[in-house]
């Protein structure tokens, strides 16, 4: 049984008195009484300020006078700021875009923010009039009259509440988890912003439905941040389904839903951490902890060498037992091309590992042996164009794929997972830059056609890289580096395209290892269940079949004891 909370200890939260706050009244009550009447609440860019300001109004004592100052409305429309991101920031293949460099300002509308600053300096003169002066709106703390608060609030909306109260399925998805207006457009903003106010704030709110709030000190928060940031995470897994969708997923973690494509283990930019203590609960956005408490997780040097961005992606793609679809024939670019077309940091690069199958099945990876690209491409764009399915197994080169076999995907290099795999990718992230080249004509589970991204993709395409050259370079063989009585470790690929180096340890009844420098990321591909366990911290995590756990490099020591006297396998990453 899957559980992904990650638990506080009792002691620990008694030593700092941590609480949390489920309604307003209580914490405007504690306000009242310090007699700071002045209010601001920031927030993200999707908050329903309306829906914030009835409920406020609903928890004060109706004999106070109270105005409500509307900053939202200073907030540029969807339709200004999607045409600055149509105009400046999307691609001409609109999957995609550039990630933005702007400052919340850009949300701004600049003459209604001067207007009112006029207004609430007015107001301001006449405050002893009023209870409670109280202005809500995103970027309320970036105008220049912060100084003039007593009491701060940000309401944080993790990404995929963000995108939910904005009615996001009406602005266009793709092949990710967040549409591109959010990707790379709004979040990059929002994430830079909290980053510089957040510690100036002086209370924290999680706001997932209309009435669920939980209200804590920043001063508290950052206390879980810190204490979080050094023991071992799990991250809450996404799932999708899809054209190609398999049963592994969803039969295995008993999801309601029909297949599962996609299951997204470790992906720090869309995903939360869930955690609990006493009977308390908050969702904190991995983002969050990354912006703060970066080198926590990735190791000093890393976080320097990464800029605290979260540089690794631990997915599955799931075809198990589904209908004999394969995955897309795609390709990834490298990092040069992604920092001028997209403006991101990394390559994307991935790796499978077969973690199980439902058949004898295969992957495809390269090009055949004298195929000619300039035919490729002509049939490539015959299919795209005419909808005619082409036989594509005459260029690509197919290998026959077996369970714990790992091959290596460099950016350029044409690929796909076929049915019947059960596969753990491994990968750098960024992780939306898939082009796909040929779909077999099908449509999505939506009933529209699938888009391809063929420009990109014949940009970036290595045709090279051909059957020989796949067989030498891309099918590593594992190398032992240590031999002890309970435990091996092998090192899988230490392949320069990555962000990190593979690792695979057989062991029984237990093993120990420590993070140093960098983090570790543990994938359990053989056994039923494990135990993470460190004495002196008093830790003891189940991590079960399938399950992903990151240890952050600040955790140090632990050991790993086995359910059982059967052999258990361990794929462990670690950052380069």
């Not at 329903?48 to 004592?61: A, F, G, M, Y």
């Not at 933005?100 to 209604?112: C, D, H």
Request: aromatic share 14%.
């Amino acid at each position: 049984m899957q559980n992904y909370n990650n638990y506080l200890s009792d002691k620990w939260i008694s030593d700092n008195s941590l609480t949390i706050d489920k309604n307003w009244k209580n914490v405007l009550k504690q306000i009242e009484k310090k007699s700071k009447k002045i209010i601001s609440i920031d927030g993200d860019y999707s908050v329903d300020w309306q829906n914030i300001q009835l409920t406020i109004r609903k928890s004060i004592v109706k004999n106070k006078k109270i105005i409500f100052l509307n900053f939202y409305e200073c907030m540029l429309s969807y339709q200004d700021l999607n045409k600055f991101f149509t105009n400046n920031l999307l691609d001409g293949d609109s999957l995609f875009g550039k990630i933005s460099k702007q400052n919340i300002n850009k949300l701004l509308e600049r003459k209604k923010t001067l207007d009112f600053i006029k207004k609430f300096k007015k107001i301001f003169k006449n405050k002893d009039v009023y209870d409670y002066i109280i202005i809500t709106g995103t970027g309320i703390n970036s105008i220049g009259i912060n100084n003039y608060f007593d009491t701060k609030f940000y309401i944080n909306l993790n990404k995929t509440n963000s995108l939910i109260k904005s009615n996001w399925s009406n602005i266009g998805k793709t092949q990710t988890v967040s549409p591109n207006f959010f990707y790379y457009f709004i979040f990059p903003i929002m994430e830079k912003y909290q980053k510089n106010i957040l510690k100036k704030t002086d209370y924290y709110v999680e706001n997932k439905k209309s009435k669920d709030f939980k209200i804590i000190t920043t001063t508290n928060l950052f206390k879980i941040l810190s204490k979080i940031s050094k023991e071992p995470l799990k991250l809450d897994p996404i799932y999708e389904p899809g054209v190609w969708g398999g049963k592994w997923l969803t039969k295995k973690r008993n999801l309601n839903i029909e297949n599962c494509a996609i299951g997204m283990e470790l992906i720090g930019q869309e995903q939360n951490i869930l955690i609990k203590f006493k009977n308390n609960f908050i969702e904190i956005p991995f983002t969050l902890i990354m912006s703060f408490m970066g080198s926590n997780i990735l190791g000093k040097d890393n976080s320097a060498k990464y800029k605290n961005y979260f540089p690794l992606r631990v997915a599955y793609d799931d075809t198990f037992n589904n209908e004999d679809e394969n995955l897309s024939i795609q390709v990834h670019p490298n990092k040069s091309y992604i920092k001028s077309k997209f403006n991101e940091s990394l390559g994307q690069a991935e790796m499978y590992y077969i973690a199980d199958q439902s058949k004898k099945s295969r992957v495809f990876l390269g090009f055949k042996n004298n195929i000619s690209g300039k035919e490729f491409k002509k049939e490539i764009k015959y299919s795209a164009k005419t909808g005619k399915k082409i036989n594509y197994e005459k260029f690509i080169n197919s290998i026959n794929a077996n369970k714990e076999d790992l091959f290596l995907i460099p950016p350029g290099t044409v690929h796909a997972a076929g049915s019947g795999n059960f596969v753990l990718e491994i990968s750098n992230t960024p992780y939306r830059y898939t082009f796909k080249i040929y779909d077999y004509c099908r449509l999505n589970i939506d009933g529209k056609k699938r888009q391809l991204s063929l420009k990109h993709a014949f940009n970036v395409l290595k045709y090279k890289r051909n059957s020989t050259w796949v067989n030498k370079n891309l099918k590593p063989q594992p190398q032992l580096l240590i031999a002890k009585k309970n435990y091996s470790e092998y090192l899988l690929s230490n392949h320069k395209s990555f962000t990190f180096d593979l690792f695979k340890i057989y062991f029984k009844n237990y093993y120990d290892d420590k993070t140093f420098k960098s983090m570790h990321v543990l994938n359990l591909v053989k056994g039923k269940m494990i135990f993470l366990i460190n004495d002196k911290k008093n830790i003891k995590i189940k991590l079960f079949l399938s399950e992903t756990l990151l240890i952050p490099s600040k955790f140090g020591s632990y050991k790993i004891e086995s359910s059982s006297n059967k052999e258990f396998q361990i794929i462990k990453v670690v950052l380069k």
